[in-house]
Nanobody
Framework: EVQLVESGGGLVQAGGSLRLSCVAS????????IGWFRQAPGKEREGVSC????????YYRESVKGRFTISSDNAKNTVYLQMNSLKPEDTAVYYC???????????????????WGKGTLVTVSS
């Protein structure tokens, strides 16, 4: 069974940084994509960034390009989301999700994900 456990959320001032971690387990192959999604109060869940294990390709939401970086440490089965220059509008519950199995890349869409973590809250104060 695939399990995803997030950590690293918290309260930070605008302009600050946080690093989220997602420890993944239960994959029997290396054909998966892992992504970060977020949901702010009263809004729909949206894709933030995803990475494919097949080709290492990554996707970023336009509003986070240049500020967020997704990376993976295969030895630790962990995917990270480094978030810099945080803005109040980045405030949300951040979820780790996995699409598994995949053939190539991922569309990084909510509906394409098969497994979800429980989420970690990120609050950015102004």
């Amino acid at each position: 069974e695939v399990q995803l456990v997030e950590s690293g959320g918290g309260l930070v001032q605008a302009g600050g940084s946080l690093r989220l971690s997602c420890v993944a387990s239960g994959f029997t192959g290396d054909d998966f994509a892992i992504g970060w999604f977020r949901q702010a109060p009263g809004k729909e869940r949206e894709g933030v960034s995803c990475i494919s294990s097949i080709d290492g390709g990554s996707y970023y939401r336009e509003s986070v390009k240049g500020r967020f970086t997704i990376s993976s440490d295969n030895a630790k089965n962990t995917v990270y989301l480094q978030m810099n220059s945080l803005k109040p509008e980045d405030t949300a519950v951040y979820y780790c999700a996995a699409e598994y199995p995949i053939v190539a890349g991922t569309t990084c869409e909510t509906y394409s994900m098969d497994y979800w973590g429980k989420g970690t809250l990120v609050t950015v104060s102004s």
